[in-house]
């Protein structure tokens, strides 16, 4: 009887060890879970940046072992009720993705969550902002410059305007090249710094002017800016003018000279009929 207690003491302690150890494990991965899970909750939203016309995606990936549904938010509103993207998202992988197609809006930025039990995860989603300027700009010297910085992409960012002259070089601060001239405003589309205005354009001023709202030179709007001579279009105006006067002077001449042969020839008649 002793015996096969002395047998059965080992084995028992095995179990016990494989036990707590099995114990130890579950618990650990139950904590690294819910730390995680209580880090997504907490932590700070994720950027997320994208081209407006082209496609969004995000995927939840907070822990779900029992299939518990996913719940989408955009500001605090659920799914459902997102009224500017209705017909227009999907949710994939049983709900853990949710994609907006390409073809996408300015107004699909905003604060997106995805909420699993307890858990959560953010995003701020914003538009990629790019910036659109004409390719060349005329002004006449002596007038009012006006230029209007088209901004794409939510929520519009600051607008810097930048100068170079026309003889090349780097480019600076606009509002300092053209100082005391030149101030910004909000431009028609509601942009603020949007616009610049410039009093009394100079021929100097001529040159290139870039309107950054990205780091990226790509995606940041250019234009090159003309000053035309004040009196430039007073010439053309005076040439033709002269060519005006020119031509009534020709045909003076020309009526003079033709009239003159008649007269002769009115004279020597009339001096011939005398005669008879």
């Known amino acids: 009887m002793s015996r096969r207690t002395a047998l059965s003491s080992p084995m028992a302690l095995l179990l016990l060890f494989l036990a ?19 880090a997504a909750a907490g932590g700070e939203a994720e950027l ?16 779900n072992p029992t299939k518990l549904d996913v719940v989408w938010k955009k500001n605090d509103t659920a799914v ?41 995860r953010a995003w701020r989603v914003q538009g990629n902002p790019h910036s659109k300027l004409p390719a060349n700009t005329n002004v006449v010297e002596g007038q009012k410059l006006k230029l209007q910085c088209r901004v794409v992409g939510k929520p519009y960012p600051a607008v810097t ?5 026309s003889t090349g070089g780097n480019l600076t601060d606009a509002l300092a090249a053209f100082a005391p001239r030149a101030e910004l405003a909000t431009s028609d589309q509601g942009v603020e710094g949007g616009a610049l205005l410039v009093a009394a354009a100079e021929r100097t001023d001529a040159g290139r002017l870039v309107c950054r709202v990205n780091h990226n030179a790509t995606f940041n709007g ?6 035309k001579d004040m009196y430039a279009a007073l010439w053309p105006f005076l040439g033709i003018c002269a060519e005006v006067l020119v031509l009534c002077a020709v045909i003076l001449i020309y009526e003079r ?3 003159k042969p008649e007269l002769d020839d009115s004279d020597t008649d009339h001096h011939d009929a005398k005669k008879s």
Do not use: M
Not at 48 to 63: K, M, Q, R, S
Not at 83 to 112: C, I, Q, S
Not at 161 to 165: A, F, P, T
Not at 222 to 227: E, M, P, Q
């Open 222 to 227: 250019a234009t090159v800016l003309r000053v």
């Open 48 to 63: 997320v940046l994208y081209n407006v016309g082209y496609g969004i995606e995000l995927t939840c990936d907070l822990p």
């Open 257 to 259: 000279r033709r009239a």
């Open 161 to 165: 305007w930048l100068y170079e002259n």
């Open 80 to 120: 459902e009720a997102w009224w500017d993207v209705r017909g227009r998202y999907r949710l994939e992988d049983g709900g853990a993705r949710l994609v907006l197609p390409p073809k996408t809006h300015e107004d699909d930025f905003g604060n997106y969550t995805c909420s699993v039990g307890g858990a959560s």
């Open 20 to 38: 707590a150890v099995v114990s130890t494990r579950a618990q650990t991965e139950a904590a690294a879970e819910g730390a995680a899970a209580a």
